[in-house]
């Protein structure tokens, strides 16, 4: 079992920069793929960014390409994403996710596919 505790989230205007955090427990996190999925209303949820365990494997979604960063601290069991050039629609619930690998690998896109989820922090970007 992973338990997964996001923070950082906020109000910001168009242009600014939010950083989130994610704080893992439980189980060791060494081999845990960690995605960033949103969520806005009436609609439904998203991928946005993943890491592999390594940190050496990441993905992004075309809408977040260039403006947002996902980084990983295995030491201390956490994963951030830096959000820059934010925009209206980047408004969301802001999830984070964990999803177990035997080994090193591009880390998944897909909802379905993760194990462990965050309660979820909120993102309202004014224009």
């Known amino acids: 079992q992973v338990q997964l505790v996001e923070s950082g989230g906020g109000s910001v205007q168009a242009g600014g920069s939010l950083a989130l955090s994610c704080a893992a427990s439980?189980?060791?996190?060494?081999?845990?793929?960690m995605g960033w999925f949103r969520q806005a209303p009436g609609k439904e949820r998203e991928f946005v960014a993943a890491m592999s365990w390594s940190g050496g494997k990441t993905s992004y979604a075309d809408s977040v390409k260039g403006r947002f960063t996902i980084s990983r601290d295995n030491a201390k069991n956490m994963v951030y994403l830096q959000m820059n050039s934010l925009k209206p629609e980047d408004t969301a619930v802001y999830y984070c996710?964990?999803?177990?690998?035997?080994?090193?690998?591009?880390?998944?896109?897909?909802?379905?596919?993760?194990?462990?989820w965050g309660q979820g922090t909120q993102v309202t970007v004014s224009s």
């Open positions: 996710a964990a999803k177990w690998y035997i080994w090193e690998t591009m880390p998944s896109t897909r909802v379905y596919e993760y194990d462990y």
């Open positions: 439980g189980r060791t996190f060494s081999g845990y793929a």
